[in-house]
């Protein structure tokens, strides 16, 4: 007689019972994990609790990390109030862009080498953090620049400049294997891209106003998302 | 057999990490000796499905790891302990080992129960509720185990396993892998030739890529009777001998005299 099928009638013996089994019973009810509201809605979208536990463990969706991304974007909608110009929407692609690098990757995420040796694609929970660091920081982005009084061509225009520089730190992470190249790229990227624009038009908020340009960022953030997507991809080898 | 590996290689650059290895292993316990660089981790992160071969063909529980499915399915059954084990700080022993349960696709319902079993089997239950900041390199290492035979598998592939282990750690791991061994293939590459000895019913020994020893622990000892070979015991002296032998003969031919480098090697 096992722990699983004891007689409680007093008909068997006490040395029948399998203590050890019992023991495991009991450990496995008093060291279960009680995931958290945000994993369980994430396990049920996924259809998968392994990719939701990797998806609440993401390095930039970490508390800290968040408090730092709401601090930034607040102090920039602050600044945005009194000087006018429009510092939540320059900075919101930049901070994005550094999340999504800081998503996964070698000397980033600590299991990572492990997390290759698993059946649930490494592919799919890079997606999966990147996706949910986007939409962090693109609704975090949109309250702060909407509290900062900015103006609606503000306000959205630069989302799609957002989705290029998240891109581009991806690909860069992803190719060279590490999140602070990752970073340096889409961080520099963007830069290079205000500057240009305020050469160009006279003023610093053209890389996100200027309608024309929606579509090079849109096909820049493809080839990007291509590249990343290549150099994640799992190489047949030889079999 | 669990383990088919015909012609394996795998270069980094113009250096062969693994140069035309070949083996087969059914269930027991399999011992990977070999000095350090000699391509034990290589040919283990393959095995482990972590870096494809450059050449060669391999299977994995009689599948094909270098197509989707089958690899998933290898993967399920897989247990993998990384020389260089990484783990997030913050978490406890019982929620790093749940983590890779569920990255393993095991049933969500098995698996507290599978962690418990886990942590207990390798004695961290008193430390199941501590966070892995405090614990020792000895501890961190049992978890680490705990993680690699939480899905009770079928291939077990484990990298320096005991290092740090105390004496007393050594010999109870050891138990553990002799019962392991009974119904999967366990890998185990070492150092030390006395875990190789007390567990292991099979072993190889690898230089420079490839294996120039394969045989019982027995037939080892047996190479370094009246070698003269350096070695404070039995299997260090068939170790010395084999390794002494390996390296007299020109590159391209082992010890054995039944493994050959591809004609690049460097």
Redesign the interface.
């Known amino acids: 007689m096992t722990g699983e099928g004891m007689d409680w009638t007093g008909s068997g013996s006490p040395s029948d019972v399998d203590l ?1 089994r019992v ?3 009991v ?3 008093v ?3 009680r995931p958290g509201p945000a994993e369980r809605l994430a396990a049920r979208l996924l259809r ?3 990719l939701a ?2 998806l609440v ?1 993401t390095p930039s969706l970490l508390l800290g990390w968040v408090i730092a991304t709401v601090v930034v974007l607040a102090a920039g909608a602050a600044v945005t109030r009194s000087t006018g110009t429009p510092w939540v929407a320059l900075f919101a692609p930049a901070v994005a862009g550094a999340g999504i690098a800081y998503a996964y990757g070698p000397g980033i ?13 490494d592919r799919m929970v890079l997606l999966v953090r990147a996706l949910a660091v986007f939409g962090l920081n693109a609704a975090a982005g949109l309250v702060a620049t909407a509290a900062s009084g900015a103006a609606a061509a503000v306000t959205f225009g630069w989302l799609v400049p957002m989705t290029a520089v998240c891109a581009l730190a991806l690909a860069a992470a992803t190719v060279s294997r590490s999140a602070n190249v990752g970073v340096a790229a889409g961080m520099s990227g963007w830069a290079i891209t205000v500057m240009a624009g305020q050469a160009s038009a006279g003023r610093l908020t053209a890389a996100i106003t200027d309608s024309s340009l929606v579509l090079p960022y849109l096909a820049f953030a493809a080839c990007c998302g291509a590249v990343a997507w290549y150099a994640t991809r ?6 | 057999m669990n383990i088919e590996l015909t012609d394996l290689t795998r270069r980094f650059g113009r250096t062969y990490a693994v140069a035309g290895v070949s083996m087969e292993a059914g269930p027991g316990v399999f011992g990977l000796l070999g000095p350090n660089g000699a391509g034990k981790t290589s040919l283990l992160r393959m095995m482990a499905t972590v870096l494809p071969p450059t050449s060669g063909r391999m299977r994995l529980l009689g599948r094909d790891p270098g197509s989707h499915g089958p690899r998933r399915e290898i993967r399920r059954r897989l247990g993998y302990l990384p020389q260089n084990l990484g783990y997030y700080p913050g978490f406890t022993v019982a929620e790093f080992v749940e983590y890779f349960a569920l990255l393993k696709d095991m049933p969500p319902g098995r698996v507290p129960r599978a962690v418990a079993a886990a942590v207990e089997q390798v004695g961290l239950g008193d430390k199941a509720k501590a966070k892995l900041r405090t614990l020792s390199g000895g501890m961190l290492r049992r978890a680490g185990i705990a993680q690699a035979i939480v899905n009770d598998p079928e291939l077990l592939l484990l990298d320096e396993p005991t290092a740090g282990l105390d004496p007393e750690q050594r010999v109870a791991f050891r138990a553990i892998l002799r019962g392991l061994g009974e119904r999967a293939t366990v890998v185990v590459s070492t150092h030390l030739v006395e875990d190789v000895g007390a567990a292991c019913s099979q072993v190889a020994l690898m230089d420079a890529g490839k294996v120039v020893f394969d045989g019982t622990p027995g037939e080892l000892i047996a190479r370094g009777e009246g070698s003269g070979a350096a070695g404070d015991a039995p299997l260090e002296r068939g170790y010395s001998a084999v390794l002494a032998a390996a390296r007299s003969v020109p590159a391209t031919r082992s010890a054995a005299g039944t493994q050959r480098g591809p004609e690049t090697w460097a």
Request: hydrophobic content about 35%; overall charge positive.
């Open positions: 050890g023991w495991t019973g450990a496995a009810e060291w279960r994990r998968s609790p392994g536990r990797a463990t995420d600590p299991t990572w080498e492990l997390s290759q040796s698993m059946a649930v694609s799992i190489p047949r080898g030889a079999s």
